[in-house]
């Protein structure tokens, strides 16, 4: 058995490196509040970088789902910096809904990340909701 192991380790499973670290150093994104506007449905983001480098550009591609589970709509947000160990607020309005509709947020990719090394943006997300939508990756 341990000899399985061994070899599923070291010759048979991908490795993939992440940039989350043990100590938890993170990409820390919290969906914080919702409210409607006229427009649509405004999205609060909380963002917290406490990696080792500070990010110059950030854009996370989102999918927004209906409570069935249904597509509404799919948007790259730029939330343009987020420097080393800082918090930043940021807010976007998802035209043409409500946010009752809203059940979940997806980040389906991080197509702009600059100033990240050893890593890349996605695999050092770490993703929260304090509303009832749901926040994933």
Do not use: W
Request: some cysteine; hydrophobic content about 40%.
């Amino acid at each position: 058995m341990r000899m399985a192991v061994c070899a599923a380790l070291l010759c048979g499973a991908p490795f993939h490196s992440f940039a989350q670290t043990a100590d938890g150093a993170a990409l820390a994104i919290e969906l914080n509040t919702s409210s409607d506007t006229g427009s649509g449905c405004q999205l609060s983001f909380v963002a917290r970088n406490t990696l080792s480098d500070s990010l110059s550009q950030v854009g996370f591609e989102m999918a927004f789902f209906d409570k069935e589970g249904a597509l509404l709509r799919m948007s790259t947000l730029d939330f343009r910096d987020l420097p080393q160990k800082r918090t930043k607020i940021r807010q976007f309005v998802i035209p043409d809904g409500a946010c009752n509709a809203l059940g979940r947020v997806l980040v389906n990719d991080v197509p702009v990340c600059e100033g990240l090394t050893g890593g890349t943006c996605y695999d050092a997300l770490k993703l929260t909701s304090r509303i009832s939508i749901k926040f994933e990756n």
